[in-house]
């Protein structure tokens, strides 16, 4: 998010103005909020490592220190093994290689992963809604006639009307940069998204990858741990509720073993020392928690998709939520006030053959991000503009 810094000479500070971003709440805590917090723990476990070691193996006593700091980055580099303590020590490979832990070195690298995953719908919308309006534009004009009194006011009222008037006469035809878009274009246009419904379109799609990134996020982490992640929450409920417990030594293992070879001069010694996983501690944690803020962002993601889809699908949806900033003879319209049937009908002409989707999403961005009496203002002088043309 983009700063403005203005100098109050009078009162001698500084006052920095944050420039608004141009998408919803919801889109903002998937591409923000959990972007940001997926990135400080992931900082917070990579600088841990650094702190103190991420692994302790408890090897004989005749190996001097420095064998010692080998054996522990060897351990941690080559990955260790889970055996029960009710079992021996196998001899055989292919036995060990089914019980690897090889998922804590790369942690951090899979919550940032993770926090990409958030972000990347927000690329996709800057990427499709700037092609036929700046949106962030649009509503600094809106932001700006907040701050201004008289005259001003009104003048960039006008100018804000004027911009998205240009916009509402150019929408029955999408803005294609590429000849070689044109095959694309016409299949939009055989769907109606070239009558103002592009920006409604991309705003839908986004909205819905947000819910199909948390989505994919459960079978992405369950493989690169490999510890069978989409059921770690439902272990974890049921362990609590039956053995008031929430340590899943399966998943997470705090002793692990190790095995390593030392080549002599003429033969090979391997040995097989026992480590602790201290990290597995934090880990545990931080999956766990991982795996409830996925289940209720895809909750939360998959709503607001249906209800907006819902809403766009529904014309009288519209006409409820424009009608209730329009004014008559000067006077705000009510539920229960009694309009001629004609009246009906130019309004339903206007919000549905004038504002079109776009506009009326385009309305409720400005009644959201900014103020409520400004989308008020704008949506009655584009209607007093459209009584007059």
Known sequence: MGGIKKYDAENKIVIIKLGRSDDPLMHQVNRFGCVLLFVIVAIGLSAQRFAKSPIQCWCPAQFP??????????????NTYVVDFNES?????????????????WIPLIL?????????PRMV???????????????????????????????????????????L????????RYRT?????????????????????IFLMTSLLYAVSTVGQFFMVDILLGVDFKTLGFDVMSRVYNDKTIADHRRFPIVTFCDFDIRQMTNFQTWTVQCSLPINLYSEMIFITDWFILVFMTILNFTYFIYHLVSTILPYRAEIYIRKFMEIDGERVSKYQTISEHELEKQRDFIH???????????????????????GEIVNNLWKSYQSE
């Open 169 to 176: 006469k150019n929408q029955n035809c999408l803005n294609i």
């Open 89 to 105: 020590l196998s001899t055989v490979s292919s036995i060990k290689k089914t019980r690897i832990i090889q998922y804590y070195q």
């Open 353 to 375: 053959c004038y504002l079109r989707r776009d506009g009326v999403f385009l309305i409720w961005l400005m009644s959201n991000k900014v103020n409520p009496v400004v989308a």
């Open 112 to 120: 940032v992963f993770q926090a990409l995953s958030f972000f990347a």
């Open 65 to 78: 220190d420095f064998q010692v700091n080998y054996i522990n980055d060897y351990c941690w580099v080559r």
């Open 181 to 201: 878009w044109e095959g694309p274009r016409e299949l939009l246009a055989s769907y109606g998204l070239h009558k103002g419904n592009v920006l409604v379109f």
């Open 125 to 167: 919308w800057l990427a499709c809604s700037g092609y036929s309006l700046n949106i962030k534009k649009l509503l600094k004009m809106a932001d700006d006639i907040t701050l201004s009194h008289g005259n001003d006011k009104h003048e960039l009222i006008q100018a804000t009307v004027q911009y998205l008037k240009k916009y």
